[in-house]
């Protein structure tokens, strides 16, 4: 069978071998890296499953003939020399021989969490603070109009990616089925953290649809109403993410409802919390750790006072009045 393409492709540099980059189709991320001859390229294009060539054994494998954890291929590209390849795969299983997902789970260095913080700060110094009405025994509920948890003005790409990739990696090892986000400013965070986990994305609606769902009335710090929770089911485990956790009065009213229908919620996630509202605490005294990349506090009118709380960060900055 003639393959149009792989005569392109230039095995002369590795000596009849070039290196292949695994790439999850869905979540994007590396999962390992082998080596094709001519012979294992083609196998991988006419049956939809990564081969290579092992340069230790001498000879050609199928990735999971042993194991049984086999890698569909979606697509095949070459680089810019047609000496370097990436399969877009479906992983059937862990790749990597240890039983992780991905075989690069090693870290030498790694600056993320920095960067993610001075991004963070310069964020909020866009920021505007202005007062509503209160909700849920609360008189005033003061706002913070900021880029995450209300994209005004627009977050960097780069911010939100590494927000997402510090929540998801919180969740470690482990089966998720569903990720759970209310409908609101939170869904871009939770799409891009539903695609670091390979999970689903289940949106709690604020309008009720004639399917079946469970319903779940709330009241935040700014307003009430009823949530309505579609697409999850009793025994499934899930992650619930949020832009912001203030009093917790929506997360409180979304987790207690799966709960009552014994969905496991395996941790909570946001980008930011603002803890003198106590959500934060009201949800741990349920045994709820809260993951948030920064905790926000409104010192007077215009100081907001920003903590990372796993390092004990801190910065301060002064923001905007309407």
Same mark, same amino acid.
């Given at each position: 069978?003639?393959?149009?393409?792989?005569?392109? !492709? #230039?095995?002369?540099?590795?000596?009849?071998?070039?290196?292949?980059?695994?790439?999850?189709?869905?979540?994007?991320?590396?999962?390992?890296?082998? /080596?094709?001859?001519?012979?294992?390229?083609?196998?991988? !294009?006419?049956?939809? /499953?990564?081969?290579?060539?092992?340069?230790?054994?001498?000879?050609?494998?199928?990735?999971?003939?042993?194991?049984?954890?086999?890698?569909?291929?979606?697509?095949?590209?070459?680089?810019? #020399?047609?000496?370097?390849?990436?399969?877009?795969?479906?992983?059937?299983?862990?790749?990597?021989?240890?039983?992780?997902?991905?075989?690069?789970?090693?870290?030498?260095?790694? #600056?993320?969490?920095?960067?993610?913080?001075?991004?963070?700060?310069?964020?909020?110094?866009?920021?505007?603070?202005?007062?509503?009405?209160?909700?849920?025994?609360?008189?005033?509920?003061?706002?913070? !109009?900021?880029?995450?948890?209300?994209?005004?003005?627009?977050?960097?790409?780069?911010?939100?990616?590494?927000?997402?990739? /510090?929540?998801?990696?919180?969740?470690?090892?482990?089966?998720?089925?569903?990720?759970?986000?209310?409908?609101?400013?939170?869904?871009?965070?939770?799409?891009?953290?539903?695609?670091?986990?390979?999970?689903?994305?289940?949106?709690?609606?604020?309008?009720?649809?004639?399917?079946?769902?469970?319903?779940?009335?709330?009241?935040?710090?700014?307003?009430?109403?009823?949530?309505?929770?579609?697409?999850?089911?009793?025994?499934?485990?899930?992650?619930?993410?949020?832009?912001?956790?203030?009093?917790?009065?929506?997360?409180?009213?979304?987790?207690?409802?799966?709960?009552?229908?014994?969905? $496991?919620?395996?941790?909570?996630?946001?980008?930011?919390?603002?803890?003198?509202?106590?959500? !934060?605490?009201?949800?741990?005294?349920?045994? /709820?750790?809260?993951?948030?990349?920064?905790?926000?506090?409104?010192?007077? $009118?215009?100081?907001?006072?920003?903590?990372?709380?796993?390092?004990?960060?801190?910065?301060?900055?002064?923001?905007?009045?309407?």
């Amino acid at each position: 069978m003639r393959i149009e393409g792989l005569e392109r !492709v #230039d095995f002369s540099k590795g000596g009849g071998l070039v290196p292949v980059i695994v790439v999850d189709a869905a979540t994007r991320q590396i999962l390992m890296l082998g /080596y094709a001859d001519r012979e294992a390229l083609r196998r991988t !294009v006419e049956t939809g /499953y990564a081969h290579f060539y092992s340069r230790s054994r001498g000879r050609l494998w199928m990735k999971g003939e042993s194991s049984g954890n086999k890698v569909r291929v979606l697509k095949v590209e070459y680089d810019c #020399d047609s000496d370097a390849i990436v399969y877009y795969g479906v992983p059937e299983g862990p790749v990597c021989h240890t039983g992780k997902y991905t075989c690069f789970h090693n870290t030498l260095t790694d #600056d993320s969490m920095k960067t993610m913080w001075r991004l963070i700060v310069d964020a909020f110094r866009e920021a505007v603070v202005y007062r509503r009405k209160g909700y849920g025994g609360l008189d005033e509920y003061r706002y913070i !109009v900021n880029p995450l948890s209300d994209n005004i003005p627009p977050p960097s790409p780069l911010l939100q990616s590494l927000i997402a990739d /510090y929540l998801a990696s919180k969740i470690g090892w482990g089966r998720v089925d569903k990720v759970v986000a209310p409908e609101a400013l939170g869904l871009p965070i939770a799409s891009l953290v539903a695609e670091r986990l390979g999970a689903p994305l289940a949106v709690v609606r604020k309008r009720s649809y004639p399917v079946h769902g469970w319903r779940a009335p709330y009241a935040s710090g700014y307003e009430e109403g009823v949530h309505y929770i579609y697409g999850v089911e009793s025994g499934e485990r899930v992650v619930f993410v949020d832009d912001t956790v203030s009093t917790g009065g929506a997360a409180l009213s979304i987790i207690g409802e799966l709960e009552r229908h014994d969905v $496991n919620v395996a941790a909570i996630l946001a980008s930011m919390a603002k803890p003198q509202y106590g959500g !934060v605490r009201r949800l741990e005294e349920k045994g /709820y750790r809260v993951w948030r990349a920064v905790d926000v506090y409104l010192d007077g $009118n215009k100081v907001v006072r920003l903590i990372q709380p796993e390092r004990g960060w801190e910065a301060v900055v002064e923001v905007k009045e309407p």
